[in-house]
């Protein structure tokens, strides 16, 4: 006799196939930014999805488009999937117009992933640019889970003020875990007490051994030329920098 379980249709996980998912939470991010946590509409599709750190997935709004967005939420929780979004274009402005409750399409996941079970025993620099950010962040959530598995691990996230910083309210979580959190902003307020200037200008402060140090950056091209420069001329070599 087949028990009912074993008759069950296998979960369709083709990347390429859209499938329906409710808005559960909006959580306003910096001005024109929102985290969207998304649930599938059908439980065993939640269930059987899976990523990893630094994939993301196509979102589609029937009747106006879909576009490509980091999945910025831990990889260990896959049924339930953030995506930081900024309203720049039709497809992020109409998202930007939903609400909690609202049903959208996901397909994915797509891309390269960041190599974090490879950084094992590395010192691993994480730099994001603004947004960039956002495909860092669950391989910073690895990073503090696992933090006993890596040398040091610091994060450089640059901004142009301080209210354009991202998740300000995980930098308490990540350095208890750990990690060392080093955000820079290029113009200061009254009430910014950090560092200012470009994120390229903290390199010279790090304390870590270039041969054994690996660099994961995510930002606007021309940010990310000038880490991979600056990366180069404390000594980490190329094969050691990934850009995404």
């Known amino acids: ?24 939470r909006i959580t306003p991010e910096v001005p024109g930014v929102q985290t969207y946590e998304l649930a599938f509409n059908d439980p065993a599709v939640g269930a059987a999805y899976r990523f990893a750190a630094g994939q993301f997935n196509m979102l589609y709004l029937p009747g106006i488009g879909e576009a490509a967005i980091s999945i910025s939420s831990d990889a260990i929780a896959p049924a339930t999937l953030a ?13 930007a117009r939903l609400a909690v409750g609202d049903e959208l399409l996901i397909r994915g996941p797509y891309g390269r992933p960041w190599p974090v079970a490879e950084l094992a025993g590395r010192h691993v620099v994480v730099v994001g640019g603004g947004l960039g950010l956002a495909s860092q962040r669950a391989a910073i959530s690895e990073f503090a889970r696992h933090r006993d598995r890596y040398r040091s691990v610091t994060i450089l996230h640059g901004a142009k003020t301080p209210a354009d910083l991202f998740y300000t309210a995980e930098y308490a979580a990540w350095r208890e875990a750990g990690l060392d959190v080093r955000p820079t902003v290029d113009v200061a307020d009254t009430a910014w007490a950090g560092s200012v200037g470009l994120v390229t200008e903290l390199f010279t402060e790090l304390a870590i051994e270039p041969e054994w140090a690996s660099l994961l950056c995510c930002g606007p091209d021309p940010m990310m030329n000038a880490v991979a420069r600056a990366a ?4 980490i070599a190329w094969s050691n920098v990934f850009v995404s």
């Open 1 to 24: 006799m087949v028990s009912p379980a074993a008759m069950a249709a296998p979960v369709d996980t083709d990347p390429w196939r859209s499938h329906p998912a409710r808005i559960r």
């Open 83 to 95: 995506h930081t979004i900024r309203a720049v274009g039709n497809v992020t402005d109409a998202l």
């Open 232 to 235: 180069a001329a404390v000594g």
